[in-house]
């Protein structure tokens, strides 16, 4: 179970991403253009923000299970190892539930806006603020805390 969690939370990530750049880039072209705020960009945004949901209650469900958070850093002597597990235990959950609360609050915003343009640049800095924290917190390979694969395969 653990596995596939892990497979599936690597995976649906880059559904995370390629859903907020597109949000983003849908979101400047509308903005900058001064374009009616239509229903394909309302679904993008909606998308966008049930997929963030998603990823975060696989990243719940996971990090509950995971070996590497139970671990306790204090009894670890390799500073590496101590690293990665802190890394885990409270800056990759708390950056990504914080990057979480600002697409919904981006994407919730949004939708109530009133003005066309307002939706638009509303959606444009929250999800662009989120995308920057998450690409902060994802454990890329050449991460210095953790560096995981770019997909697992299992």
């Known amino acids: 179970m653990y596995a596939v969690l892990l497979w599936l939370h690597s995976a649906t990530r880059w559904l995370v991403l390629l859903?907020?750049?597109?949000?983003?880039?849908?979101?400047a072209r509308g903005y900058f253009r001064m374009r009616p705020f239509t229903g394909a960009a309302n679904?993008?945004?909606?998308?966008?923000?049930?997929?963030?949901?998603?990823?975060?209650?696989?990243?719940?469900?996971?990090?509950?299970?995971?070996?590497?958070?139970?671990?306790?850093?204090?009894?670890?002597d390799n500073p590496a190892v101590v690293r990665e597990i802190s890394f885990f235990k409270?800056?990759?959950?708390?950056?990504m539930l914080l990057a979480v609360i600002m697409i919904t609050?981006?994407?919730?915003?949004?939708?109530?806006?009133?003005?066309d343009r307002q939706k638009y640049r509303i959606m444009l800095y929250w999800f662009a603020a989120a995308l920057l924290m998450i690409l902060l917190?994802?454990?890329w390979p050449f991460s210095p805390f953790a560096h995981r694969p770019y997909i697992r395969i299992y």
């Open 19 to 27: 859903s907020l750049f597109y949000a983003i880039y849908t979101a």
């Open 43 to 76: 679904r993008i945004r909606h998308w966008t923000a049930t997929l963030a949901h998603l990823q975060l209650t696989i990243g719940m469900i996971l990090y509950f299970q995971s070996p590497i958070v139970k671990l306790s850093p204090a009894a670890i």
């Open 90 to 95: 409270y800056l990759h959950i708390a950056l």
């Open 105 to 115: 609050i981006g994407s919730a915003a949004g939708k109530r806006a009133a003005i």
């Open 137 to 139: 917190a994802i454990p």
